[in-house]
């Protein structure tokens, strides 16, 4: 296979089991398209990272010339559309509306401000001289552990969301990797 196609096909893979859990259940749909709708925009963070943290073969070498692939967005539609259903297809159940916070809860009014503490994070490390990935973790973590003080209810579902986001990340970077030695940057650990 061609350097150039490798990061196109990594990516399209993600679009084989969006499809198919599209197509077998119905319930799930409309929250895919919605989570896949909101997580591609994602891909286009790819100038942080390109080259500091990874450089993947893109098509048209889009990410060396710009900072910005067609690939990223694909990932990011996927992940997104997957990561928001997994859960409850591994475990059989109908999940409540997590994107409407429980209002009786005390922690309700801080609901919108830890939406953007990942943004707010991200752009208060970036000052630093680090790899820009390292800003990008701790703002996901930061994230996720305001969510879980926001939401309690939904502990056990973002514990295996970010779970399967980190083995997914972890396996596509490993994968790329494989392929093209390349592709990840020393990231100085």
Not at 57 to 71: H, N, S, V, Y
Not at 75 to 88: A, E, M
Not at 172 to 187: A, K, M, Q, V, Y
């Amino acid at each position: 296979m061609s350097d150039q196609y490798v990061w196109l096909t990594w990516s399209v893979l993600f679009l084989v089991p969006w499809g198919i859990v599209f197509a077998l259940f119905p319930y799930f749909r409309s929250k895919m398209w919605k989570a896949s709708i909101f997580t591609a925009p994602f891909g286009l963070t790819e100038p942080l990272f390109v080259p500091e943290y990874w450089n993947p073969p893109t098509l048209f070498d889009l990410a060396q010339r710009t900072g910005f692939d067609i690939e990223s967005i694909i990932f990011c539609f996927g992940i997104g559309g997957i990561g928001v259903v997994l859960y409850d297809l591994l475990t059989r159940q109908r999940s409540v509306d997590f994107a409407q916070p429980k209002r009786s809860s005390s922690r309700h009014k801080y609901h919108r401000l830890i939406l953007f503490s990942p943004f707010v994070v991200f752009a208060a490390l970036s000052f630093f001289s680090w790899n820009p990935i390292y800003p990008g973790i701790i703002a996901m973590l930061s994230g996720g552990i305001s969510t879980i003080w926001c939401r309690p209810d939904l502990q056990k579902r973002h514990f295996w969301v970010a779970l399967f986001s980190l083995f997914i990340t972890s396996s596509s970077c490993s994968g790329l990797s494989f392929f093209r030695p390349d592709t990840l940057r020393d990231i100085g650990i």
